[in-house]
């Protein structure tokens, strides 16, 4: 565990320090775009490998550096802005991108989180486009996923709706209960606290005096991270933060419109990327922040250069 919260704070360091370079020069942001992809990759080829020694039955990586749906959260925010930059240069280059986005797609696949599949489904077709291949690559990998595990993929995503009746796995469709449970607890808390919240990080500290009969314990939020951020922070927490997420992703929109065809193509994928984690966080409240944040202020710092060297 303390070899594992090392490489994670030793990580978190080199990305901070990475991120401030970027802010400087649009060739640093270029670098970190392409750079990100790398622990990312590392870290879903280390799932992999788990799975394939029969270690773990999903991309689980090992403690201390994330859980499943943390990992999937991490995918999620890669794979858009991986597939943007496939065709952003030459041959080798395209090559590499290609499997780091093949790896990353395989891990997302094996994390069975259903909110990270649609999230990054999401995030993919918002930088596709028009562009049929992207299409069949998710339509192929659906197509992998269901034939490899019908019954569990119809259960996973029928449990997110139905939690009763019509067959659904008692697996899936109690997971799906704990979080109705957590949803209704979380509202609770809302209802008493809609303006000025709980405090921020104090969610946990105040989750037993609101949890509705049947919610589990130990649970840390209530799966939706805009729901967690209103019940800590308060409305206007929420508010700021929905106004400076969506005015980034409009800024990009701006951007990639006047750019050339290879910054076009970073800006549509860190749009894609922004799109894909804001799905995700309506149904996770353990989202990567860093990562969050990260992307934010490489978004922010690249749109403002485009915009300005194009007039």
Not at 56 to 67: C, L, Q, R
Request: aromatic residues 12%; proline residues 2%.
């Amino acid at each position: 565990a303390y070899f594992a919260e090392l490489v994670k704070w030793s990580g978190h360091i080199v990305v901070i320090l990475a991120m401030i370079l970027a802010l400087q020069e649009v060739r640093w942001i270029r670098g970190l775009a392409d750079g990100l992809g790398f622990p990312a990759a590392a870290l879903a080829a280390a799932g992999l490998w788990r799975i394939y020694s029969g270690l773990s039955h999903d991309i689980d990586v090992f403690e201390g550096i994330g859980t499943r749906a943390a990992a999937s959260f991490l995918f999620t925010a890669m794979l858009p802005l991986v597939y943007a930059r496939l065709g952003a240069s030459g041959f080798a280059r395209g090559l590499l991108r290609a499997a780091l986005f093949g790896l990353l797609v395989t891990a997302q696949v094996f994390t069975y989180t259903r909110a990270g599949w649609v999230a990054s489904t999401v995030g993919l077709l918002f930088v596709a486009g028009k562009r049929v291949r992207t299409y069949l690559g998710i339509g192929l990998t659906a197509g992998i996923l269901i034939w490899a595990a019908p019954q569990d993929v119809r259960d996973r995503f029928l449990s997110i709706f139905i939690v009763r009746d019509f067959g659904v796995d008692p697996r899936f469709a109690s997971s799906t209960v704990a979080r109705e449970y957590l949803l209704l607890t979380g509202l609770q808390m809302l209802k008493s606290h809609w303006l000025l919240g709980v405090g921020l990080g104090n969610y946990w500290d105040q989750y037993y005096g609101y949890a509705v009969p049947g919610s589990p314990a130990g649970a840390k939020g209530p799966h939706n991270s805009y729901l967690l951020l209103w019940a800590q922070g308060g409305i206007a927490s929420l508010v700021a933060f929905l106004w400076l997420y969506s005015s980034r992703i409009a800024l990009l929109a701006r951007a990639w419109k006047k750019a050339g065809r290879s910054d076009g193509l970073l800006l549509r994928g860190l749009a894609g990327s922004l799109v894909a984690m804001a799905v995700e966080g309506c149904f996770e409240d353990d989202l990567n922040v860093l990562v969050m944040w990260t992307l934010l202020g490489m978004a922010t710092a690249m749109a403002q250069r485009c915009l300005e060297s194009r007039g």
